[in-house]
């Protein structure tokens, strides 16, 4: 399922929420992201549909391992893109995060792909020819991501 730019943001605000606070609630959600109560369920229902969470009314939200292993993705994809847009061709900062978020949902993953081994290549990281995909669990040394 391709996800809305708004879908994405709050499923990586569950994923963010999810390592901080111990149970997510609705209420949680709203003010991290600065929505009402009644945008946040709507979305929320709309990701527990999709297989993306679990929730309850007035329960807690819980990520599903698809949405967890999405939720990666998502925030994976972003910092490949931003940090594209950032060190190799030098995007001003008060562009990156706007543009990175806007980039990042129109590329396919072969994209993302091809773009996490151009930009890793070109800063002299190490090399991701291990067979690197954004859909796979990363190996060890792809997700240190440390200079050789």
């Known amino acids: 399922m391709n996800l809305t730019n708004s879908q994405e943001e709050y499923l990586k605000t569950i994923y963010i929420l999810k390592n901080t606070i111990n149970e997510i609630r609705v209420t949680d959600i709203a003010e991290k992201l600065n929505k009402s109560k009644a945008s946040v369920n709507t979305a929320i229902n709309t990701l527990k549909q999709s297989g993306f969470i679990n929730y309850e009314p007035y ?16 925030i994976e994809a972003y910092d ?69």
Not at 59 to 74: N, Q, S
Not at 110 to 136: Q, R, V
């Open 59 to 74: 329960g807690k939200i819980e990520l599903t391992t698809y949405g967890e292993k999405e939720a990666t993705k998502i």
């Open 80 to 148: 490949i893109v931003k940090l594209f847009l950032s060190d190799i061709i030098e995007v001003k900062s008060e562009n990156i995060e706007k543009e990175a978020k806007e980039i990042k949902t129109i590329l396919s993953d072969d994209s993302l792909n091809k773009l996490a081994k151009y930009t890793h290549k070109t800063l002299g990281l190490h090399s991701l020819e291990c067979g690197y995909d954004i859909n796979k669990t990363k190996c060890i040394k792809c997700a240190k991501r440390t200079k050789k």
